[in-house]
């Protein structure tokens, strides 16, 4: 019970890595606090938890709103008393070539991705700072290599990555862990729920799902960086080949990164 008594509240934890982070915490002994938008997901989850005997406590939450981050806050330290790990899940993708996106996408995607980062961690901090704990967020290889079709997600996870460097600088003194994990392609249903250009959810992933790492490796991943207190963590020899590639080989990686792209199925490129 490594994370005994602890209390984690994890953003957008209905599905995926998120619901997995959870369990897996929740298994560690920690109390679980979690939100989510869609109320029928959340209350599921919450009775999933607590039939695996999990102490848990949902809040219904829009992660793109500000005053939703600011009362997710306050609700987790009324009904625990504290916070001492924040996990940063929320997210949602795009898939549209930038000449054929709505404006609104991109808003609704940078909304959530990045600010929803920004507005949890601002009004989680002050008990994060007190209990010496941990800031984590879920970015992606996006944040690290930008790829087609992807504008508006790559820029929301360039962005999470620059806050938390910056932040993290700004804490190192005080404590507190902040921790950046791309987990790379993950089976999960964000490539199913991404928005198309005129906003509408795309329905099908065009990834073989089936190959991927599952959300619950990565929870386990996570789970294990947060004991060590790691700073960043790439997930996946394909996601550290592209990290690796790009940093090095930039120029070569945009002709591969293309050509991958233009191979997915239904892709705007065609």
Wanted: aromatic letters at 8%; charged letters at 25%.
């Amino acid at each position: 019970m490594k994370f005994k008594d602890q209390v984690v509240l994890i953003t957008g934890a209905t599905s995926g890595i998120g619901e997995a982070c959870a369990e897996i915490f929740g298994k560690q002994g920690a109390k679980i606090a979690i939100t989510g938008r869609n109320p029928e997901k959340l209350k599921n989850t919450e009775q999933k938890l607590k039939e695996s005997g999990i102490q848990v406590y949902s809040i219904l939450a829009d992660a793109a709103k500000e005053e939703d981050n600011r009362h997710m806050a306050e609700q987790t330290i009324k009904h625990f008393g504290r916070i001492d790990i924040l996990i940063n899940n929320a997210g949602i993708s795009m898939r549209a070539l930038f000449e054929d996106l709505d404006m609104e996408v991109f808003r609704k995607v940078m909304d959530t991705n990045f600010y929803g980062t920004v507005y949890a961690t601002k009004y989680c901090l002050p008990s994060i700072l007190k209990s010496k704990g941990s800031i984590i967020g879920i970015s992606s290889i996006n944040g690290y290599r930008g790829t087609p079709a992807r504008t508006a997600y790559t820029a929301s996870k360039y962005a999470m990555n620059g806050f938390f460097e910056s932040l993290r600088t700004e804490v190192m003194k005080k404590g507190v862990h902040v921790l950046v994990v791309a987990p790379g392609f993950t089976a999960s249903n964000i490539r199913n729920t991404a928005l198309t250009a005129d906003g509408s959810s795309q329905g099908e992933s065009p990834r073989d799902e089936a190959k991927m790492m599952t959300s619950e490796e990565v929870a386990q991943h996570i789970l294990k960086a947060t004991l060590k207190r790691k700073r960043d963590m790439v997930l996946t020899f394909q996601g550290k080949l592209a990290v690796f590639l790009n940093k090095w080989m930039p120029g070569i990686l945009d002709g591969i990164v293309y050509n991958q792209m233009a191979k997915e199925k239904d892709s705007p490129f065609k």
